[in-house]
């Protein structure tokens, strides 16, 4: 399964937007690239998933570039309650695979008032 | 609807003692995901099963861990006999099947090894 690389910690301010960057250079032409989010004394939780070009939905947006070894979760006017735990996964969509989702540690989101 | 429920919430327990951590998934959800989460490793699969069959426990650490999934609805971790090294944040999830990418995540049972 390909592994993924993203910042260990990012900052901002309420009401800006927010990029989250992740790097996944051995994706292999049947993965897909999912995004999950973990509140403090919570599991993660599904936000988005993509397979190439952008996809959006009503928490966040997702960016993919065409050789897909990367791709950015955008989060529009954040606030505090976006601070959290971001993960970026790769896995083929289902399948016996799924069990071996990589989740790492992800990236830290702290949003300042 | 209810989403995946685990007990307890909080354990705090001697090295040594076993420890058993509780996990009931979402009804109608055939495959469940045990995982633990440190702040050294992050989040980390340990087992998982479909329809209560264990298909992976390669990511169970040692001997000491063992799980079990006697019925649709329920499924417990063991430790036995636990460390101090134990001590995370055990998750359990669950999906509707194999072939469906969401997991749904409990809300996570803090363990202490004292």
């Known amino acids: 399964l390909a592994k993924t690389t993203q910042p260990i910690s990012m900052d901002s301010y309420e009401g800006q937007e927010v990029n989250i960057t992740c790097s996944h250079n051995?994706?292999?032409?049947?993965?897909?690239i999912t995004w999950y989010q973990q509140f403090p004394s919570q599991g993660p939780r599904f936000i988005i998933q993509?397979?190439?070009t952008k996809v959006t939905n009503e928490v966040a947006s997702l960016f993919i570039p065409a050789d897909r070894k990367s791709s950015t979760l955008s989060l529009p006017r954040v606030s505090l309650s976006d601070t959290a735990v971001y993960y970026c996964l790769v896995a083929p969509k289902g399948g016996s695979t799924l069990g071996r989702l990589y989740f790492g540690r992800g990236t830290q989101l702290t949003v300042w008032p | 609807d209810a989403g995946v429920i685990q007990s307890p919430r909080h354990e705090v327990t001697e090295m040594g003692q076993e420890v058993t951590l509780r996990c009931k998934p979402i009804?109608?959800?055939?495959?469940l995901f045990w995982y633990r989460q440190t702040m050294m490793r992050g989040l980390e699969l340990l087992i998982y099963f479909n329809n209560n069959v264990p298909i992976d426990d390669s990511g169970m650490p040692e001997d000491r861990f063992s799980a079990k999934m006697p019925n649709a609805s329920f499924s417990t971790l063991k430790i036995q006999p636990s460390e101090p090294r134990d001590s995370a944040v055990y998750f359990c999830?669950?999906?509707?099947?194999?072939?469906?990418?969401?997991?749904?995540f409990g809300p996570g049972t803090r363990l202490t090894v004292l």
């Open positions: 993509g397979y190439k």
């Open positions: 009804s109608g959800h055939n495959s």
């Open positions: 999830a669950s999906t509707p099947s194999l072939s469906t990418d969401t997991q749904y």
């Open positions: 051995n994706i292999a032409t049947n993965d897909y």
